[in-house]
């Protein structure tokens, strides 16, 4: 008798994962079928293999000495390989000396002992920009080993199980680049294999040593090494025609550093009739600007990055100093143009001659970043050289290139939203990209973009905060980037409120109650839905209002409240219906036809979800085809209209296939698995509930634990 109520138990109420008015429609092939009979088999075509990710930066062709390093680096491999365990080394030293370097050029040696891949993280501690989070840098290997970013866990905790289990047994390099911490580094490391973990840090990580670290201090180039590394860069015609003195004092005025001697080289390759006396001359003169560097007390690097900067031209000075400002980890040429105001060809030439001086690197095709020690003197020379007034006028030239090119993205991949940003207004000329073009272009940019929002936040630019917040609402619909998604809309709302708009504020509310409902949070969602609609009505814009309605509505029915949900869903309806918004009124259609059946009027439900199913098959809306056929699945259920409800799912499971919506799928197995219970299928019900509890588990969704708790129900194959 219980089986037999497990059976007939309801099913949860369908929970929106995006909001009509604000989401797109999916798009992609479908499958529709008049009528269906015996079994179906769908086959597809496998994934296009990934490669085998190698992210090693390259090793610098000028790498110097260290033999002692190394040496203990091959020790360090050897035994762990012996005993099949991770070797993890944490490499540190001071800004400028070497570990990153160092790390490098070893693996390129041994990179063939590791065939699984070579991953690579910078953490950010000491760039000038807000170091990476454990979730970031989770994030980061995760998409490197395969992960699409919606099937990645929310939590730090869950993310880091799956990365080890993804990694146990296996052979991979993993670099943690630039460490602040071992909290930082301890949720990236890999499971237990036979793997190798090169960690580099300023600090002493002494919290990895109970993870058996092994801790390699670099200290700096001792003088013949030094000078060693100079001649390799100038070339021993050009040091021999000089005393040793001479070059062994430059090398001491550089600290010993490897990066500083590496920047004196450089200006000097580039100046063949410059004696390396006359740099040495100019290093002493400029010893008493040091100090603003603060470097572990050598004052020397800030001295060689004084002397590249004061032998710039104009434009490359000025163009050094203001990407000083740039908040995230890199650029690109486009946003190095709008910064400088110079244009695209003037920008590049100025670029060149920072990667002639080794100011900045080009990490990736146009991809340009600067090291961390390089970034903060840009920061100080700006702040020192440029007036309040041009620094905030450079900010805000960065912010209006990222909105612009947001919005831009934005428009391309969901035309048909309604916006209210100034950046998105028809006369406003945006350049224009394809969808997918579009999509990458976000999901690329996307440490930039929000840091960009942010610097607009903590600069008083907040109609420009809200505004991104608009714009990157593709990016999130789609990548679900979930922690980004909350804490930029809390910003967003914030600034709306600053601003007094109230329009914008209702906008922002809209938006984070979808990234609750996403989450299942939906007493948070109810909140953030019922003061959207409170602003919306004052302010009488109505295409906002049947949003906010519609955010309400869903957040109603998940908590058991189908009477208050048909209600707002019919509301919502009928204002779509006044302003003509057709598909919005599909969606309205087939909410409605779920919470009818939530209030025990299945028939009604039939007749609702058949209206929008119908209406999304004829506009290509895949995704809500799918969803209507899952709702309608469950309608028939009710009614013992068993085999229907077997036709519409899989029909869903056609759909969903070629859409590439596993959610969807995963729902449609276990209305399949219901089929099956009531048809006596044991066997049957099982494997469907194994399919969808995959993929649930998979996006660390809420319906796993029921699943699992409905299969510990079911006897297992071969029992009585």
């Given at each position: 008798m219980a089986d037999r109520a497990d059976h007939n138990q309801k099913p949860e109420p369908e929970i929106l994962a995006g909001i009509n008015t604000i989401q797109d429609a999916t798009v992609g092939a479908s499958v529709q079928a008049r009528s269906i009979q015996g079994n179906i088999v769908f086959n597809a075509a496998p994934p296009a293999a990934r490669p085998t990710p190698a992210q090693l930066p390259i090793c610098p062709s000028h790498f110097t000495n260290r033999e002692r390093e190394i040496a203990t680096l091959e020790r360090l491999a050897r035994d762990a390989a012996e005993r099949s365990r991770t070797m993890l080394a944490v490499i540190t030293?001071?800004?400028?000396?070497?570990?990153?370097?160092?790390?490098?050029?070893?693996?390129?040696?041994?990179?063939?002992?590791?065939?699984?891949?070579?991953?690579?993280?910078?953490?950010?501690?000491?760039?000038?920009?807000?170091?990476?989070?454990?979730?970031?840098?989770?994030?980061?290997?995760?998409?490197?080993?395969?992960?699409?970013?919606?099937?990645?866990?929310?939590?730090?905790?869950?993310?880091?199980?799956?990365?080890?289990?993804?990694?146990?047994?296996?052979?991979?390099?993993?670099?943690?680049?630039?460490?602040?911490?071992?909290?930082?580094?301890?949720?990236?490391?890999?499971?237990?294999?036979?793997?190798?973990?090169?960690?580099?840090?300023?600090?002493?990580?002494?919290?990895?040593?109970?993870?058996?670290?092994?801790?390699?201090?670099?200290?700096?180039?001792?003088?013949?090494?030094?000078?060693?590394?100079?001649?390799?860069?100038?070339?021993?015609?050009?040091?021999?025609?000089?005393?040793?003195?001479?070059?062994?004092?430059?090398?001491?005025?550089?600290?010993?550093?490897?990066?500083?001697?590496?920047?004196?080289?450089?200006?000097?390759?580039?100046?063949?009739?410059?004696?390396?006396?006359?740099?040495?001359?100019?290093?002493?003169?400029?010893?008493?600007?040091?100090?603003?560097?603060?470097?572990?007390?050598?004052?020397?690097?800030?001295?060689?990055?004084?002397?590249?900067?004061?032998?710039?031209?104009?434009?490359?000075?000025?163009?050094?100093?203001?990407?000083?400002?740039?908040?995230?980890?890199?650029?690109?040429?486009?946003?190095?143009?709008?910064?400088?105001?110079?244009?695209?060809?003037?920008?590049?030439?100025?670029?060149?001659?920072?990667?002639?001086?080794?100011?900045?690197?080009?990490?990736?095709?146009?991809?340009?970043?600067?090291?961390?020690?390089?970034?903060?003197?840009?920061?100080?020379?700006?702040?020192?050289?440029?007036?309040?007034?041009?620094?905030?006028?450079?900010?805000?030239?960065?912010?209006?290139?990222?909105?612009?090119?947001?919005?831009?993205?934005?428009?391309?991949?969901?035309?048909?939203?309604?916006?209210?940003?100034?950046?998105?207004a028809d006369d406003v000329d945006l350049p224009r990209m394809d969808r997918e073009r579009a999509l990458t272009w976000l999901e690329s940019e996307r440490p930039n973009l929000t840091a960009a929002l942010r610097l607009a936040h903590d600069t008083g630019q907040h109609r420009e905060t809200w505004e991104f917040c608009e714009a990157l609402w593709p990016l999130f619909v789609h990548r679900k980037h979930y922690g980004d998604w909350l804490s930029t809309h809390e910003l967003g709302l914030s600034s709306a409120r600053a601003c007094g708009d109230r329009l914008a504020e209702a906008r922002m509310l809209e938006q984070l109650g979808s990234a609750h409902l996403n989450l299942k949070d939906f007493t948070t969602a109810l909140t953030c839905a019922a003061q959207a609609v409170e602003l919306e009505r004052a302010a009488d814009h109505t295409v906002g209002e049947a949003t906010a309605l519609e955010i309400r509505g869903v957040a109603e029915l998940a908590l058991g409240r189908p009477g208050d949900a048909i209600e707002t869903f019919t509301r919502s309806r009928e204002l779509n219906e006044r302003i003509d918004v057709p598909r919005a009124v599909a969606i309205m259609t087939r909410h409605l036809g779920d919470a009818l059946r939530a209030a025990d009027r299945a028939e009604e439900s039939v007749r609702h979800l058949l209206q929008a199913q119908e209406f999304f098959r004829d506009n290509g809306d895949g995704y809500n085809e799918a969803r209507s056929l899952n709702g309608l699945a469950r309608s028939y259920l009710e009614l013992e209209r068993i085999d229907e409800a077997e036709q519409a799912l899989r029909a869903v499971v056609g759909v969903t296939e070629s859409i590439g919506a596993p959610h969807e799928a995963a729902n449609a197995h276990v209305g399949l698995a219901d089929v099956a219970a009531r048809r006596g299928r044991p066997g049957e019900e099982r494997a469907h509930l194994e399919s969808a509890l995959a993929v649930y588990e998979r996006h660390g969704a809420p319906e796993a634990d029921e699943v699992r708790r409905r299969l510990d129900r079911i006897p297992p194959p071969g029992s009585s």
């Amino acid at each position: 008798m219980a089986d037999r109520a497990d059976h007939n138990q309801k099913p949860e109420p369908e929970i929106l994962a995006g909001i009509n008015t604000i989401q797109d429609a999916t798009v992609g092939a479908s499958v529709q079928a008049r009528s269906i009979q015996g079994n179906i088999v769908f086959n597809a075509a496998p994934p296009a293999a990934r490669p085998t990710p190698a992210q090693l930066p390259i090793c610098p062709s000028h790498f110097t000495n260290r033999e002692r390093e190394i040496a203990t680096l091959e020790r360090l491999a050897r035994d762990a390989a012996e005993r099949s365990r991770t070797m993890l080394a944490v490499i540190t030293g001071q800004g400028g000396i070497g570990k990153t370097t160092l790390g490098l050029c070893w693996l390129q040696h041994v990179s063939d002992r590791y065939p699984d891949g070579q991953l690579y993280v910078d953490l950010q501690g000491f760039s000038g920009i807000s170091h990476l989070t454990p979730e970031e840098g989770l994030t980061s290997l995760l998409r490197s080993l395969g992960m699409a970013a919606a099937d990645i866990p929310i939590s730090t905790e869950d993310q880091s199980a799956l990365f080890r289990s993804l990694t146990a047994g296996r052979r991979f390099i993993i670099v943690l680049d630039n460490a602040v911490s071992a909290a930082q580094v301890r949720p990236l490391l890999p499971g237990n294999g036979p793997s190798v973990v090169i960690v580099t840090a300023r600090r002493q990580l002494s919290g990895l040593a109970m993870h058996g670290a092994s801790f390699l201090e670099l200290e700096p180039l001792d003088r013949s090494d030094a000078s060693s590394l100079l001649t390799r860069m100038l070339g021993r015609e050009r040091t021999a025609a000089e005393p040793d003195e001479v070059l062994h004092e430059l090398a001491d005025l550089c600290g010993r550093l490897p990066l500083a001697l590496c920047t004196s080289a450089a200006r000097l390759t580039t100046r063949r009739r410059w004696r390396i006396s006359r740099l040495v001359d100019e290093l002493n003169d400029e010893r008493r600007r040091l100090a603003a560097l603060h470097i572990d007390d050598d004052l020397s690097v800030r001295a060689v990055f004084d002397a590249s900067y004061s032998a710039l031209s104009a434009d490359a000075a000025a163009a050094y100093r203001l990407l000083g400002l740039h908040p995230g980890p890199d650029f690109a040429l486009s946003l190095a143009a709008a910064v400088t105001g110079f244009g695209d060809e003037r920008t590049a030439r100025v670029l060149d001659v920072l990667l002639d001086a080794n100011l900045i690197q080009e990490h990736a095709d146009h991809r340009f970043r600067f090291h961390d020690l390089v970034r903060l003197h840009a920061q100080s020379t700006v702040e020192r050289e440029e007036s309040p007034a041009a620094r905030e006028a450079a900010r805000r030239r960065i912010i209006r290139h990222y909105l612009r090119s947001a919005a831009a993205a934005d428009v391309s991949v969901i035309p048909g939203r309604w916006r209210l940003g100034g950046h998105h207004a028809d006369d406003v000329d945006l350049p224009r990209m394809d969808r997918e073009r579009a999509l990458t272009w976000l999901e690329s940019e996307r440490p930039n973009l929000t840091a960009a929002l942010r610097l607009a936040h903590d600069t008083g630019q907040h109609r420009e905060t809200w505004e991104f917040c608009e714009a990157l609402w593709p990016l999130f619909v789609h990548r679900k980037h979930y922690g980004d998604w909350l804490s930029t809309h809390e910003l967003g709302l914030s600034s709306a409120r600053a601003c007094g708009d109230r329009l914008a504020e209702a906008r922002m509310l809209e938006q984070l109650g979808s990234a609750h409902l996403n989450l299942k949070d939906f007493t948070t969602a109810l909140t953030c839905a019922a003061q959207a609609v409170e602003l919306e009505r004052a302010a009488d814009h109505t295409v906002g209002e049947a949003t906010a309605l519609e955010i309400r509505g869903v957040a109603e029915l998940a908590l058991g409240r189908p009477g208050d949900a048909i209600e707002t869903f019919t509301r919502s309806r009928e204002l779509n219906e006044r302003i003509d918004v057709p598909r919005a009124v599909a969606i309205m259609t087939r909410h409605l036809g779920d919470a009818l059946r939530a209030a025990d009027r299945a028939e009604e439900s039939v007749r609702h979800l058949l209206q929008a199913q119908e209406f999304f098959r004829d506009n290509g809306d895949g995704y809500n085809e799918a969803r209507s056929l899952n709702g309608l699945a469950r309608s028939y259920l009710e009614l013992e209209r068993i085999d229907e409800a077997e036709q519409a799912l899989r029909a869903v499971v056609g759909v969903t296939e070629s859409i590439g919506a596993p959610h969807e799928a995963a729902n449609a197995h276990v209305g399949l698995a219901d089929v099956a219970a009531r048809r006596g299928r044991p066997g049957e019900e099982r494997a469907h509930l194994e399919s969808a509890l995959a993929v649930y588990e998979r996006h660390g969704a809420p319906e796993a634990d029921e699943v699992r708790r409905r299969l510990d129900r079911i006897p297992p194959p071969g029992s009585s």
